[in-house]
Structures are given as C-alpha cells and as structure tokens.
C-alpha cells in the first residue's frame, strides 16, 4: 500500500510569513504529486501540482519536488490568515491519488 | 474545472439500513472515484467507478458492502450497505480531469445512529 506522510501540525505562523509544509511519499516510482486545500467542513481543491524534479511556483505558492529524497513540500509566501486550512498532499499512479493525512495551518493576523 | 453536485448533502441513518448517494458531473467525464474522510481524517479511497462495467474497490472496501453504479458518462451511485456506526463519514464523489486535475464534489456527510 503506497503511504504519504505528513506532519499532521497544527502549523502556526503569523501574517505574512511563509508557511512550508511537507509531504514524503513511499513509492519510489511515483511520478506526479498534489497540494489540495481543505477548509473545515469543505471538500479539497486542487492547489497545483508537481511532476519534475525542483520547484513550481504557482502566485504566492510554490511547490517542491524533490524524487531521490521522496519529497514533496508546499511554501506559501506573504501568508494570510485566509489560508487557514489543512493541506493535503496527495501522490497519483495511474488515476488514483493516495492522500496522506494533512497539516493543520493557521495564519495568525 | 468541473461543478460536480451530491444529492443527499447530509443524512441520519439508522444501524442495518441503506443510504445510496447520487454524484452528478456537468460534463462527461472518464474517471469518477469514490471517497471516504472519517472525522479528522485524510481522504481513503473507496473505489473507481467504472462505466460499462464493475467498479475497481481499493483494499478494505468489497462490492457488497459499497455497491457502485456508473451509467453513464457523467453520474455515478455509491451506497452504504447495512449501516453501521463506523460507516459515519463524509463521502465525496470526485473526477479526473486531464492528465493532472482531480476535482472533488462537496460531500455527503454520514452519520449511522
């Protein structure tokens, strides 16, 4: 069974600061890699995704993959206290995504 | 993206009984998932929802227990058999976009008294 962790948090940092969460994956042949956003009581959204070695950045995300470590993480720059939420990360193979269990993030103003 | 609608939002069920929840996409989709998120938990993946044939069930989950239907291109069924407590939890249909986006409906939310 493939396994994605995460550090469950909570993950505290004040307004404006960056938050970097971070995600390791078991399955070395794993290829693409995901960063969904889920408000308390709401389904996930996608954030963005990753696919190659190195870093994505997405406005005030950017997203890091790292394959020899099995690593993925997560910097939300400038944070706002509306980025509250749990960040899941999820790992696709094939058409399935396998999530891991989440960070807590709490922004605080 | 995708506007995906759930039918029901929310249900009180009791022990033994059935619950057959209705995720219904905008558009033809090729990949429609099943999911389960206990409270506090991440996301467990339940099943793939085959059309034009049986869906694919993940470890730990068995057809009799979660029957899936999927009709057509763009509306599948999950129901929860024989209910028990444990079955308490929000269950959320989801799509596959693309090659990289995934995009989950707003949940049924579950609870087995």
């Known amino acids: 069974q493939k396994e994605v962790e995460q550090n469950s948090g909570p993950l505290s940092v004040p307004e404006g600061a960056i938050a970097s969460l971070n995600c390791t994956y078991s399955d070395r042949g794993s290829q693409s890699f995901f960063w969904y956003r889920q408000y308390s009581g709401k389904s996930p959204e996608l954030i963005m995704f990753?696919?190659?070695?190195g870093d994505k950045e997405d406005g005030r995300f950017t997203a890091q993959l790292n394959k020899a470590s099995q690593y993925v993480s997560l910097l939300i720059r400038d944070s706002q206290p509306s980025d509250s939420a749990t960040y899941l990360c999820a790992d696709r193979t094939g058409n399935q995504f396998y999530f891991g269990t989440g960070t807590s993030l709490t922004v605080i103003p | 993206s995708a506007v995906i609608s759930q039918k029901p939002s929310r249900d009180i069920c009791q022990r033994g009984t059935s619950l057959t929840i209705q995720c219904q996409v905008d558009?033809?989709?090729?990949?429609m998932f099943w999911y389960r998120q206990q409270p506090g938990q991440s996301l467990t993946l339940i099943a793939t929802?085959?059309?034009?044939?049986?869906?694919?069930?993940e470890s730990g989950f068995v057809i009799d227990k979660f029957p899936i239907s999927r009709p057509n291109l763009t509306f599948s069924t999950l129901t929860v058999s024989n209910m028990s407590p444990e079955d308490s939890s929000i269950y959320l249909c989801s799509v596959g976009r693309g090659e990289y986006e995934q995009y989950f409906g707003p949940g049924t939310r579950l609870t087995v008294t």
């Open positions: 558009s033809q989709v090729t990949m």
């Open positions: 929802a085959n059309q034009g044939s049986e869906a694919t069930y």
């Open positions: 990753i696919y190659s070695n």
